[in-house]
């Protein structure tokens, strides 16, 4: 199936401009106040060092560099003491950073402000542009605190956003879960997305399972999806997994050395944990961990798992780390809930899909390590499993693991799945989102279409030995 490349373009932030005085003694006056502050010191700085502006539009943008572009909050691992952001700028800052302050009702809050470095880079887009990347990760923040942070250059900055730590032991919070993204942007996801944060507007955090953009090396795509995103983006950390678009490089460029990972451009959009594979630094930022109030989200990479098998050595490497790696992090866990989010599904919803190799590698380890729930995309289509081991139906207080496949953008896949007959609840053309909730001992998803009608709903519910039974829920 052909999707044609959603093209877009992203207007320069420009400073607000003086208005005309109604007087020729005003005019006058106000051109010898443009005059002295195009001579002025404010003004040098902001232009090159070489030369001074010609002009007040060149000044306007030479003064615009620094302003900070799709600012975007990750997961950090230790989510009680640390949060992660990144941005991009129109050039090169000399002296990157973030600050950030404990919230008060009050604007008066300079005293405890604190400024943190930031790690810059560059990525070459596929206009042929240079795109100037940082990001940063706040640390040392208390448990469960509110903070205000904004990122920039010293004298360039974004607007002060809010967010919340976790607390550093289960408490009841909530989630967002988003499928494929994909096609369309701007233009119909950000309709679903402002929706879902309407019903969640206090989510910790938010999931979005692979396919973010239609073509990961797409710069304009990107932009999309900060768009799409909007101030959510800087204030509900983003808990990305890269899927098979997303690795996506331009057709004319050379092979990657490792195909199956996402292309720079989805790396500079998100600062993730670094605990993941240690002996595979290929899939760096492809294969994390978090801990938030009870519940460990594991993200992985399962473009590595796409192939019946490694196609050569490095490959092989990253393959069995991956792997290795995924046992211990779910058997070194310590707590009550277990999430896991790959793109690829288990069980496929959508016409002549199977990822059979993918589910004889992975579903044993969800048994053995009675993962709770399994959040993929891939398929444009809705698909909720009764609790499954072995790849059978199990009794609702039986050890076993929910999986779901759902979508957030417009692009649609017939719905006609290998595995109906596992399928407890199931959708096709609309626009999906998630909100999960965790209380303790229950876990309640609900999966609503856009327009806000409940599509799907349960609970699962543990008892003292952390034992799971599964409740079906009324659609109200």
């Given amino acids: 199936m052909n999707h044609a490349e959603t093209q877009s373009t992203e207007g320069a ?5 003086a208005a005309a005085m109604p007087s020729r003694r005003g005019f006058l006056a106000a051109s010898a106040l443009l005059g002295a502050m195009l001579l002025s010191p404010l003004w040098a700085v902001a ?39 990144t941005w991009r700028s129109a050039g090169p800052l000399q002296s990157a950073q973030g600050q950030i302050a404990p919230l008060t009702a009050g604007p008066k809050f300079e005293a405890t402000i604190q ?15 240079t795109a100037y990347q940082y990001n940063l990760t706040f640390t040392g923040l208390t448990p469960d605190a509110q903070y205000c942070f ?18 550093d032991k289960p408490k009841p919070f909530s989630f967002l879960y988003f499928g494929d993204v994909q096609t369309d942007i701007r233009s119909q996801c950000s309709r679903a997305v402002r929706t879902a944060f309407r019903h969640a507007p206090d989510a910790r955090f938010v999931i979005c399972a692979g396919d ?3 073509h990961g090396h797409n710069d304009s795509q990107w932009g999309e999806f900060s768009d799409a995103f909007g101030f959510i983006a800087a204030t509900v950390p983003c808990l990305p997994t890269p899927g098979n678009h997303d690795t996506k490089r331009p057709e004319k460029a050379p092979e990657p050395e490792a195909p199956y990972t996402a292309a720079p451009a989805y790396h500079a959009h998100f600062h993730v944990p670094a605990n993941g594979p240690k002996n595979a630094p290929i899939l760096n930022g492809e294969a994390y961990y978090v801990d938030c109030q009870g519940v460990r989200v594991i993200s992985l990479n399962s473009n590595v798992f796409d192939d019946d098998a490694p196609t050569d050595a490095a490959h092989k490497q990253a393959w069995d780390a991956l792997l290795a790696w ?13 999430v896991v989010t790959h793109h690829h599904p288990i069980y496929s919803t959508s016409k002549g899909r199977d990822n059979a190799g993918l589910r004889n590698l992975l579903r044993p380890l969800y048994d053995k390590y009675k993962v709770d729930l399994v959040l993929q995309g891939h398929d444009h289509s809705y698909g909720r499993t009764h609790k499954l081991a072995g790849d059978q139906i ?11 496949v759902s979508v957030l953008g417009p692009k649609m896949y017939p719905f006609k799945p290998k595995f109906e007959s596992l399928m407890a609840a199931t959708a096709s053309e609309k626009q999906l989102f998630q909100v ?41």
């Fill in 394 to 404: 199990v009794d609702p207080a039986a050890p076993g693991t929910i999986y779901v």
């Fill in 150 to 167: 904004r990122v920039g250059d010293g004298q360039s900055w974004s607007e002060w956003n809010t967010v919340q730590t976790a607390l």
């Fill in 47 to 85: 232009a090159s060092p070489a030369t001074a502006p010609a002009s007040v539009a060149t000044a306007e943008k030479a003064v615009g560099v620094g302003l900070p572009q799709r600012v975007t909050l990750t997961c950090a691992a230790d989510m009680a003491h640390a949060i992660s952001a």
């Fill in 115 to 129: 400024s943190v470095p930031a790690e810059a880079f560059t990525i070459e887009t596929d206009s042929g542009e």
């Fill in 13 to 17: 932030l420009q400073p607000e401009t």
């Fill in 212 to 214: 973010l953009v239609n």
């Fill in 436 to 476: 999960i909730e965790v209380d303790g001992d229950t876990l309640s998803y609900k999966s609503r279409s856009i327009d806000g009608q409940l599509v799907d709903a349960f609970q699962l519910k543990k008892d003292a030995s952390g034992a799971s039974t599964y409740h079906p829920a009324e659609k109200t």
């Fill in 326 to 338: 995924l046992e211990e992090v779910l058997a070194n866990n310590p707590n009550r809930w277990t």
